[in-house]
């Protein structure tokens, strides 16, 4: 029999019990005892962003991403069944034949679509309960005829939505760069031409839950990520010492900052690690946006948040050398990343 090289096949002969290159050592395993479960990431409003309340809402943005990292937003502009069709596409995807889902198979990161499994499928040899479909979507007309054209309403249903979270995502950026005091256009213009990747997540039922995740914890390479979850929990938060859960709350997504806003605010914003667990009765589908400045970018902190009493954090450095030490380096968490890019480090 060939090897399967997807967990979406491999899970589906996995009755009682998961192989063991997916069980975690015991010091790196999910702990769901530990779990806290009764706190919440903010919530933030964002009808009246464009009004008299706009400063109001600045202020809450920029203490959620203070002091959490994370935040949700409800009237986003984003419509419903727009969010509902994209979850669909995730999901009718992963539903497709095997054959049909393999066209798009690579274990290279710098292809701009790519289906694959675990993280780093050359450098990892603890596998993680995940397969996801990457692709880039901005510009949109650059890239959309290399998304499959299965299912057949992929293409149209995903190129909305992507446009739909793009136009967020900068309503977004404006608002973080005026609560740190910045010219609203200043994330713009430093993330030079922009990327925009799309992931989409899928967990299928883990026999053994508790042995395994979903993605182990990190911090998002980005300048902002946008989330989309299904309806099923899998989302964790590390917060005050403890892992917390987020539960999903209907037409809302989920927001991070990444490791390029924690530098460009200069400590100010702190990219915040967080994971997924998976479960054994239902299956989490997750859509991921991840926007990046453009690889030929140079990042740092802003000159404008930087004096005697804030010197600057980090140097600045060309954002394809993070992204290829990030790629390399896989999803490790005995040493942040960031720390390489200090202003102390030579």
Not at 259 to 280: E, I, T
Request: net charge neutral.
């Amino acid at each position: 029999m060939a090897t399967k090289l997807l967990l979406t096949d491999v899970a589906a002969s996995c009755v009682k019990q998961i192989p063991s290159n997916y069980i975690r050592p015991i010091s790196d395993r999910p702990n769901f005892s530990e779990v806290e479960r009764s706190g919440s990431i903010p919530l933030v409003d964002l009808e009246g962003l464009h009004s008299h309340r706009r400063s109001e809402i600045i202020m809450q943005i920029g203490q959620a991403c203070q002091d959490y990292g994370f935040f949700l937003v409800r009237n986003h502009g984003v419509p419903e069944k727009m969010m509902n069709n994209a979850l669909l596409m995730a999901k009718e995807f992963f539903k497709l034949p095997e054959n049909e889902r393999m066209k798009y198979y690579s274990d290279d990161h710098r292809r701009s679509i790519r289906l694959s499994t675990t993280f780093n499928v050359k450098t990892e040899k603890v596998y993680i309960w995940r397969d996801f479909l990457r692709f880039h979507s901005n510009p949109l007309e650059d890239y959309v005829h290399e998304w499959p054209p299965n299912p057949p309403s992929f293409r149209k249903d995903v190129g909305e939505y992507c446009t739909g979270v793009r136009a967020l995502v900068l309503r977004l950026l404006e608002a973080i760069s005026e609560s740190l005091g910045l010219e609203k256009d200043y994330i713009n213009k430093a993330l030079g031409k922009h990327g925009q990747h799309v992931s989409m997540n899928y967990y299928p039922p883990c026999p053994q839950p508790e042995l395994t995740f979903g993605v182990p914890g990190h911090t998002d390479p980005t300048m902002i990520t946008v989330l989309l979850p299904n309806e099923v929990p899998g989302l964790q938060v590390f917060k005050n010492g403890k892992w917390m859960a987020v539960n999903s709350v209907p037409n809302t997504f989920v927001i991070n900052i990444g490791d390029q806003m924690q530098v460009l605010s200069n400590d100010r914003y702190k990219s915040v690690l967080h994971r997924a667990v998976v479960n054994c009765d239902k299956e989490r589908i997750s859509i991921a946006t991840f926007y990046y400045p453009s690889l030929d970018a140079t990042m740092g902190p802003a000159k404008e948040l930087i004096d005697d009493d804030n010197p600057a954090a980090y140097r600045n450095y060309s954002f394809s050398e993070y992204y290829e030490k990030f790629w390399n380096r896989g999803l490790a968490t005995e040493c942040c990343l960031l720390d390489l890019f200090k202003s102390s480090v030579v």
